[in-house]
């Protein structure tokens, strides 16, 4: 588990397992969150951010929730207070994220992660 005690702002984050933030989450583009074991991160305050993925993360937020682009593996373990009523949940990553992060039919975690650290897109159009 890990804790933080206050606000976090980043360009990019990437996150494993349990994470509980005290505060408010700000992410310029993408905030990917993946777990072994069904991991879980909680925002008492806002979350914000342009893209979030998820495998294996659940994500409880108890303020407000700005998300353009919400893609996940699975369409339970969200808790929003204040989640938009129409935010759209893309469950199908194969939809949402750009072929090039597909080897063999399966998502080349290196390749995301590389993509994630240089900006570069991993959506599709």
């Not at 979350?47 to 937020?61: A, D, F, G, I, Y």
């Not at 996940?72 to 204040?82: A, E, P």
Request: glycine share 6%.
């Amino acid at each position: 588990l890990t804790l933080i005690f206050g606000n976090v702002s980043a360009q990019n984050l990437i996150i494993e397992g349990d994470v509980l933030i005290q505060g408010n989450l700000q992410v310029e583009n993408v905030i990917y969150a993946y777990s072994e074991n069904m991991g879980k991160l909680w925002v008492a305050g806002d979350l914000q951010t342009k893209t979030w993925l998820s495998l294996r993360q659940q994500l409880e937020v108890h303020g407000a929730v700005a998300v353009e682009h919400f893609c996940t593996q699975q369409s339970i373990g969200y808790k929003m207070d204040q989640f938009p009523e129409d935010q759209d949940f893309i469950t199908d990553l194969d939809e949402c994220l750009v072929p090039e992060l597909f080897k063999d039919g399966a998502l080349d975690f290196e390749e995301l992660v590389m993509r994630i650290e240089k900006n570069e897109a991993i959506l599709r159009s």
